[in-house]
């Protein structure tokens, strides 16, 4: 398969020997950094997509300069002068020394070569546009230049345009700049060549950032190594980061496409043989954390189905923790899986314990799920080392269509496979949803978490994190875990020690202390206090991390709720099936009229379809706003319909999006719906259907759309259109005296509907 060049990498090295390279000795003189443009004339229609490339390159560039703090020269090559000889005039005419850099960026189409062990492709210029310029011949022409080090980035462009904006700029962290620039630009000796293999006639633009794909996905590497890179990381810094995050960005974008475009990377010195990285032998959360796996979509997530924040008929509790009911906590060391993690291993796992009641560890662990298997399952086929990362809702829909297996078969940190295995059909959850939106104000966010760890569901969130999240690692609390230790032994010999203060130990996540943002983290929400204070905060979430039990409180940590609204972008609710829950359907219907929420008097009356309907009493104006409110014991799917008997027109109001937001389960919340009605048009009989549906139903546009087809009366027409999809009167015990029904334990109504009708009679 011949593969097309996307970014090409040649490190000539300062520190070999006059007689290991041929070179001949110069005076000293200070450091240049020279960059060349080429960019391939395509015509005006290329325009924008080359101005976009150019863009991304010179703000690479510009990084660069600032680490190494080289005065910087950019050339161009003239479009009307796009040819080899072109090339190789400009190179020649640079003024080096020994220590310059020069860095050329490619912005063309790739030629494959006819050599088949060649793993890059040639670059296809003006004059050799059948052949292409072999790259061993733009190594030798920057060979001879003798400088330190020669950067070539060719980015194959495609056929396809992008019509997304320019792109900003790039705000890096440059405390370790500097360090970083030298690690990757000075350290190294011989050639690297990082290039971007792809088929022969790509499509490979970013949909959501300007440029090639490729480029942005080299920017934003680049951009994760400025702000993600620790101290301790520097000595173990390489060219192999930058591929693999590279891919990771591109990967993203590529997912489910059925396309493929990664990186492929090799190093040698100058003799040919290979370059051997040192292997990293520090094992801490400031290397491991550079990169933890929470790829961050706000498209996908904006995608996602909402579930508003419901209004509990009694108090929410002051306080509530699941980590009883948690597995024992995992370290996803230097694999990219926290999403997987946090998702399959510790929300599901801890759903299953709450599900059978179970707090003793060893048990949960017996019935836990393997996140090793999910991440494998969901991660993209190009991901060899699982280190790319996911996102969170490819975990979660995988959960609801397939399922997991338990953690038992697959507990293998290490395993990183692609392919199917067996899993456990009875792992599915029912479906999940996001609790908020990205922008949504803090005390929202804060509540619609605390509401679902009210209903015993732990949440999946993505925090965007700074630097000072790693001061809660086992050596930087060792002095607080000892002065608490050695209060307690002082205590312990004194039955008559006067009551004082004692240092308590504070495992709770400082973000300001870190002048800079870090990664973007998958963890799991497990409890909350409303009494706790952390500084000026007065209430906290517990959070279970993926570090290991030697991080935090055994793995735990607070984080105050000013913290969590401030940080906390992504958040996520799963939901068991309950099918063979012992609980029965008991849910009430209140309807309220006007700004004053008066409840109307209504009757109970069947109707010659033998469709049970509740009727008001009284009639009520045009304009005549209506709300309402449900009651569930029960998780349930809810669907409203409203119709009016003049047009027979019936129309879906719940949900209001395509997916289906279910009812909070296991206790009694009230569903305050996000839109008001209001009666308008022609006076006449008005309807209120509201469904209720232990499944999601997929087909409910075209049951709605088969109702507007039928005629005759409104109840007459439900009957027809959904026929035995509705639960059968007698199995339905409707409540007199509230708008309701029991549904009892024996009843069938596995892919089936609740109805309850309200009639109101509209007048002017």
């Known amino acids: 398969m011949n593969y097309v060049l996307c970014f090409v990498l040649l490190l000539l090295s300062h520190s070999l020997t006059l007689a290991q390279t041929g070179h001949t000795a110069r005076p000293t003189h200070t450091p240049q950094l020279h960059v060349i443009f080429v960019m391939e004339p395509k015509g005006v229609e290329y325009g924008r997509l080359n101005m976009e490339n150019d863009t991304l390159m010179r703000q690479f560039a510009n990084l660069v300069q600032r680490g190494l703090g080289y005065p910087m020269h950019i050339r161009r090559l003239d479009e009307n002068r796009f040819t080899s000889k072109a090339l190789r005039d400009t190179i020649a005419a640079l003024k080096t020394t020994p220590n310059d850099i020069v860095i050329l960026y490619y912005s063309g189409y790739g030629i494959g070569t006819r050599t088949p062990n060649e793993t890059f492709a040639n670059w296809r210029l003006n004059d050799v546009k059948d052949t292409g310029l072999p790259l061993n011949t733009v190594e030798n022409w920057l060979k001879a230049k003798n400088v330190q080090l020669a950067l070539l980035i060719a980015d194959c462009t495609t056929e396809r345009m992008t019509n997304d904006g320019v792109s900003a700029s790039l705000d890096a962290t440059i405390d370790l700049t500097s360090a970083i620039m030298k690690q990757l630009f000075l350290r190294n000796k011989g050639i690297v060549r990082l290039g971007s293999s792809a088929p022969s006639l790509p499509g490979f633009l970013n949909p959501f950032n300007p440029g090639t794909l490729f480029t942005s996905g080299l920017y934003n590497g680049f951009d994760t190594i400025l ?3 620790q101290p301790a990381a520097l000595p173990f810094l390489s060219f192999k980061d930058v591929q693999r995050l590279t891919n990771s960005y591109m990967s993203r974008q590529l997912f489910g496409s059925g396309t493929q475009q990664v990186s492929v990377l090799e190093v040698k010195n100058w003799d040919g043989s290979p370059v051997r990285e040192r292997p990293s032998t520090v094992d ?5 954390a550079r990169w933890q796996g929470f790829i961050d979509d706000e498209y996908a997530y904006n995608n996602l189905i909402q579930r508003k924040p419901t209004q509990p008929n009694r108090p929410l509790p002051l306080k509530t923790d699941l980590s009883r009911y948690a597995p024992p906590v995992i370290n996803q060391g230097d694999k990219g899986n926290c999403v997987a993690i946090a998702t399959g291993y510790y929300m599901r796992s801890i759903l299953e314990a709450i599900k059978g009641n179970i707090t003793n560890k060893d048990q949960i662990l017996k019935r836990s799920f393997s996140p090793f298997y999910l991440y494998s399952a969901v991660k993209h086929r190009n991901d060899k080392a699982c280190t790319f990362g996911i996102e969170a809702g490819q975990t979660l829909e995988y959960l609801k269509q397939t399922g997991l297996p338990r953690f038992s078969r697959y507990p293998d940190p290490g395993y990183c496979q692609f392919g199917e295995g ?6 599915r959850i029912r479906d999940y949803v996001k609790l908020f939106n990205i922008t949504d104000p ?5 509540l619609a978490v605390k509401q679902a760890l009210a209903e015993r569901s732990p949440v999946v969130v993505g925090v965007q994190t700074t630097r000072s999240m790693q001061g809660l690692s086992f050596i930087q609390t060792l002095v607080p875990r000892l002065r608490t230790t ?5 205590d312990s010999f004194s039955d008559s020690a006067p009551e004082r203060e004692r240092p308590g130990l504070d495992m709770s996540w400082k973000p300001y202390e870190a002048n800079s943002l870090a990664f973007g983290h998958a963890m799991c929400v497990v409890g909350y206090d409303d009494a706790m204070i952390l500084g000026n905060s007065k209430g906290a979430f517990k959070l279970i991390n993926s570090w290991g039990s030697g991080w935090g409180d055994g793995g735990y940590f607070w984080m105050s709720y000013d913290t969590f609204g401030q940080f906390t972008k992504y958040g996520y609710q799963a939901y068991l099936n309950t099918d063979v829950s012992p609980v029965r359907l008991d849910t009430d219907v209140v309807l309220f009229t006007g700004a004053s929420r008066t409840q109307p008097a209504f009757r109970l009356m069947p109707t010659d379809t033998s469709l049970t309907t509740y009727t008001l009493n009284k009639p009520l104006r045009t304009g005549t706003k209506l709300t309402f409110r449900v009651d569930t014991k029960k998780q349930t799917y809810l669907y409203l319909l409203t119709a009016t008997e003049s047009d027979s027109v019936a129309i879906l109001q719940v949900p209001a999006l395509p997916r289906h937001l279910p009812i909070a389960p296991n206790n009694r919340t009230v569903y305050p719906t ?6 308008k048009g022609k006076p006449g009989l008005e309807y209120m259907l509201f469904l209720f549906s232990d499944r999601q139903l997929d087909d409910m546009a075209s049951l709605v759309q088969t109702l507007n087809q039928q005629k005759g009366p409104f109840p007459q027409r439900v009957k027809e259109a959904f ?5 059968p009167n007698r199995q ?8 309701g029904f029991f549904l009892p334990r024996t009843s069938q109504v596995v892919d089936r509907l609740i109805p309850l009708l309200i009639t109101i009679n509209h007048v002017r």
């Open 227 to 229: 702000r993600h890179t």
């Open 422 to 427: 067996e899993t456990d059909a009875s792992s």
């Open 723 to 727: 026929g035995n999809r509705l639960v």
């Open 442 to 446: 803090k005390p929202d966010k804060v």
């Open 674 to 679: 996000n839109q008001t009605l209001e009666l």
């Open 284 to 288: 801490t959360v400031g290397v491991n």
């Open 732 to 739: 339905v015990q409707y409540k007199p005296k509230k708008m």
């Open 486 to 490: 050695v209060w307690e032994l002082v």
